[in-house]
């Protein structure tokens, strides 16, 4: 029932998308107590509060008002990239300047963050991405390379894990994704690795069929399909991937409808539709064609939302929000009202009456 509604409302915004129809949106910015306007990651913890990664802390919102985690509280550096909360209930939180573990029950100024910093390699201090596979396992992306993160008595430890990748190559990595139990897809600014549980690794890149090296985002869906969002596109992998052959099924670029090429965050939802976030909005992913061609429906500014789009989530009710890169978060009410004006084709804007077709 969910999907047959969410296609008829596809359906409905794809006759009209060259309109200006405002979707019902609920603007949050440092004015209602977020920590900072520029949202790197949204991610929903299992009491239903939201977490906001932004450029000056960490910050979880209840629904009514924003708690804000900083420096002050041992936060090892102001810029968050990414938190993971594990499930044995942790919390990982990726920093410019380390990985910092979370004690919400610390009472002590400046105790609530424990912090771990690699050291081994340039610029591996820079975490940007957490994952935590299906063995429990936590995987690293750093600035520069894979790490794994190890217990050690009743602390913890991180190590480097090898790629391939030459001593003097800086390697930055983006996200991490398991395609099935012991093989990690990762993405890098540098293409595309596979890393099978016997350490062996396959590196792809643009003469494999990616169409740039800058992998943006992964996400595997329930049938196994892999995603990948570039800076030129969005893929889909070939479900037999061998090396020597290209690894791209399909590519869906602007041609496709997309609001822009170059994707920052990929996202599916609870009624399994495929968000994108991009420089100029956020698009909606369909399988099938929509009418007037295409595969995508795009919000843009002229349906409310903001430019630079980074950051997409969903909360328990099923509400979208997404993050921008300096205009705060967006929560998109999945039952609220879209408002139609002259703009969009009404001979006048004041309305009496309301009718039904068949």
Same mark, same amino acid.
């Given at each position: 029932?969910?999907?047959?509604?969410?296609?008829?409302?596809?359906?409905?915004?794809?006759?009209?998308?060259?309109?200006?129809?405002?979707?019902?949106?609920?603007?949050?910015?440092?004015?209602?107590?977020?920590? %900072? +306007?520029?949202?790197?990651?949204? *991610?929903? +913890?299992?009491?239903?509060?939201?977490?906001?990664?932004?450029?000056?802390?960490?910050?979880?919102?209840?629904?009514?008002?924003?708690?804000?985690?900083?420096?002050?509280?041992?936060?090892?550096?102001?810029?968050?990239?990414?938190?993971?909360?594990?499930?044995?209930?942790?919390?990982?939180?990726?920093?410019?300047?380390?990985?910092?573990?979370?004690?919400?029950?610390?009472? &002590?100024?400046?105790?609530?963050?424990?912090?771990?910093?690699? &050291?081994?390699?340039?610029?591996?201090?820079?975490? &940007?991405?957490?994952?935590?596979?299906?063995?429990?396992?936590?995987?690293?992306?750093?600035?520069?390379?894979?790490?794994?993160?190890?217990?050690?008595?009743?602390?913890?430890?991180?190590?480097?894990?090898?790629?391939?990748?030459?001593? +003097?190559?800086?390697?930055?990595?983006?996200?991490?994704?398991?395609?099935?139990?012991?093989?990690?897809?990762?993405?890098?600014?540098?293409?595309?690795?596979?890393?099978?549980?016997?350490?062996?690794?396959?590196?792809?890149?643009?003469?494999?069929?990616?169409?740039?090296?800058?992998?943006?985002?992964?996400?595997?869906?329930?049938?196994?399909?892999?995603?990948?969002?570039?800076?030129?596109?969005?893929?889909?992998?070939?479900?037999?991937?061998?090396?020597?052959?290209?690894?791209?099924?399909?590519?869906?670029?602007?041609?496709?409808?997309?609001?822009?090429?170059?994707?920052?965050?990929?996202? %599916?939802?609870?009624?399994?539709?495929?968000?994108?976030?991009?420089?100029?909005?956020?698009?909606?992913?369909?399988?099938?064609? *929509?009418?007037?061609?295409?595969?995508?429906?795009?919000?843009?500014?002229?349906?409310?939302?903001?430019?630079?789009? %980074?950051?997409?989530?969903?909360?328990?009710?099923?509400?979208?929000?997404?993050?921008?890169?300096?205009?705060?978060?967006?929560?998109?009410? %999945?039952?609220?009202?879209?408002?139609?004006?002259?703009?969009?084709?009404?001979?006048?804007?004041?309305?009496?009456?309301?009718?039904?077709?068949?």
């Amino acid at each position: 029932m969910k999907r047959a509604f969410a296609i008829a409302i596809l359906i409905l915004v794809s006759s009209a998308r060259s309109g200006a129809e405002q979707l019902p949106i609920r603007t949050y910015t440092t004015a209602d107590g977020l920590a %900072r +306007d520029r949202i790197n990651k949204i *991610v929903s +913890d299992p009491r239903g509060y939201l977490w906001f990664c932004t450029s000056d802390g960490l910050s979880r919102f209840d629904g009514y008002e924003f708690v804000n985690y900083t420096t002050a509280h041992g936060l090892p550096h102001r810029q968050v990239f990414d938190l993971l909360i594990t499930r044995s209930g942790d919390y990982w939180v990726a920093t410019s300047a380390g990985l910092a573990h979370f004690n919400p029950i610390a009472t &002590t100024p400046g105790s609530k963050f424990k912090a771990y910093v690699p &050291t081994d390699r340039r610029d591996s201090e820079v975490i &940007t991405d957490l994952f935590e596979d299906s063995t429990g396992t936590i995987w690293i992306s750093s600035g520069n390379g894979l790490h794994v993160l190890r217990q050690s008595g009743n602390d913890w430890q991180i190590e480097y894990v090898s790629l391939g990748e030459k001593p +003097d190559e800086g390697l930055d990595l983006t996200a991490i994704v398991e395609a099935s139990p012991g093989v990690l897809w990762i993405g890098t600014e540098q293409g595309l690795f596979r890393r099978f549980n016997d350490g062996h690794v396959e590196r792809f890149g643009v003469e494999d069929g990616l169409p740039h090296p800058h992998v943006r985002g992964l996400l595997r869906d329930p049938d196994g399909t892999i995603w990948v969002a570039t800076g030129l596109g969005l893929c889909r992998l070939v479900a037999n991937v061998q090396q020597g052959k290209s690894i791209v099924e399909r590519l869906y670029t602007k041609k496709d409808g997309m609001a822009n090429d170059g994707i920052f965050s990929i996202f %599916r939802t609870s009624s399994s539709w495929l968000w994108l976030a991009t420089n100029l909005g956020l698009s909606q992913f369909s399988p099938d064609p *929509v009418p007037g061609g295409g595969h995508f429906i795009n919000y843009t500014r002229e349906h409310g939302i903001s430019d630079g789009i %980074r950051a997409i989530a969903e909360d328990q009710d099923g509400n979208l929000w997404i993050g921008s890169e300096s205009a705060g978060a967006m929560k998109i009410t %999945r039952r609220g009202f879209t408002s139609y004006s002259e703009a969009d084709g009404l001979e006048l804007s004041r309305i009496a009456a309301l009718g039904e077709d068949h």
